[in-house]
């Protein structure tokens, strides 16, 4: 499923709003270019970290039950 929405991405995404797919390949041109692409990549940094902290609370939550 991962491969489809990867594929879809890159078929609809891109040419549309030209959006970066790996994370490092689209933070480093925008920490040279700065301006506008620097004041977008926050979403590369901010992103994994609140979706690791919701990982880790549904992880959490689940491990709980299993411990009862």
């Known amino acids: 499923m991962v491969d489809i929405l990867l594929a879809f991405v890159h078929i609809i995404g ?11 390949r689209s933070l480093g041109p925008a920490l040279l270019a ?6 977008q990549a926050w979403i590369f940094i901010v992103g994994p970290l609140v979706g690791a902290a919701i990982a880790a609370l549904i992880w959490m939550f689940l491990n709980a039950e ?3």
């Open 34 to 39: 700065g301006g506008e692409a620097l004041s």
């Open 66 to 68: 299993n411990e009862n």
């Open 14 to 24: 891109i040419p549309l709003t030209g959006t970066g797919v790996n994370q490092a």
